[in-house]
């Protein structure tokens, strides 16, 4: 089995960043010098995959035109001698192959996902959700590919959380099978207290077999009346095996005010160009609080 596309669900209404997100989409909004988007799609490639179908909706249309050529500005770089910003306008249009399709209504994750069946096929694919980022060494998709491709199962990404914090993630029920990856066998999305089945969450990266697709077309709407990705991967794992990876690495969750905060600073401390300033800025606004 080899892992070669990757979907990105970035269709969601993003109401917990407004009113930003009115008319930016989140995944667009710029973390130190790159949109969210770009750093997803950047892991998705670091980890071999080709093909990427991005799931936007009628406010997005930002995203493809970020990942396109734009000659005027090119052509006003050029003459200006300014060849980094060049680089870069270009690196991101040529990341990767990059599809669009439109999720027509806002009908859950499950649903933006099921309009990836006719690009997928019967190919395993790897998930990456539009506003989940990764930083890590090595590239947290890359992980679970390893893992499910070892398998031949589907992949979750997971990290244990707190049992205070999962009653807002899916708990999933786990068998070890080696360090760092255990067997899937059971999962419930945002548990109360009973219903807890262990402190491992999953947190935003999947691979999946093409048999998703059928289980996500007749499912019923579940929480909040949305076709929930969680009640499919639910089935999916009682049907075929399916393994959990507690992943190497730090996610942040840039759709909400803090995730996103905490995203730019490590990012920000982490760039050459703005590391040793914001350094020494924290340290004497800390100074002063
Ligand atoms: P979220 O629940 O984090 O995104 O969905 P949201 O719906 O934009 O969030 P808020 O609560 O309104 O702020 C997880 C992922 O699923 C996508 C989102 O874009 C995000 O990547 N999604 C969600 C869709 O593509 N379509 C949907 O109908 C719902």
Known sequence: MKV???????????????????????EMLPMVDKPVIQYIIEEAVAAGIEDI???????????????????????????????????????????????????????????AI???????????????LGDDVMRSKEPVVGQLIQAAEKYDASAVGVQQVSLEAISKYCSLKVEPLEDRVFLATDMVEKPRPEQVFSNYAILGRYVLKSG??????????????EIQLTDGLRRLCQKEKMVAVDFE?????????????????????????????????????????
Not at 114 to 128: I, M, N, Q, S, T
Not at 217 to 224: N, T, W
């Open 114 to 128: 099921w309009r990836a069946k006719r690009f997928v096929g019967d190919e395993p694919f790897a998930v990456l």
């Open 53 to 111: 179908l991005i799931v936007t909706n009628r406010a997005k249309s930002a995203m493809d035109d970020y990942f396109d050529y734009y000659p005027e500005l090119e052509t006003r770089l050029v003459q200006a001698g300014k060849d980094h910003e060049l680089t870069e306008v270009r690196r991101a249009a040529d990341l990767a192959n990059i599809f669009y399709v439109r999720q027509k209504e806002t009908k859950g994750l499950g649903h």
């Open 249 to 289: 690495g730090r996610r942040y969750d840039t759709g909400n005010l803090r995730g996103f905060m905490e995203a730019s600073i490590d990012f920000a401390l982490d760039h050459p160009e703005t590391g040793t300033w914001l350094r020494q800025f924290i340290k004497d606004k800390a100074g002063q609080l």
């Open 212 to 225: 998703i697709f059928d289980i996500l077309e007749h499912l019923e709407p579940g929480f909040g009346g």
């Open 4 to 26: 070669r596309k990757a979907v990105i669900p970035a269709a969601g209404l993003g109401t917990r960043m407004l009113p930003a997100t009115k008319t930016v989409p989140k």
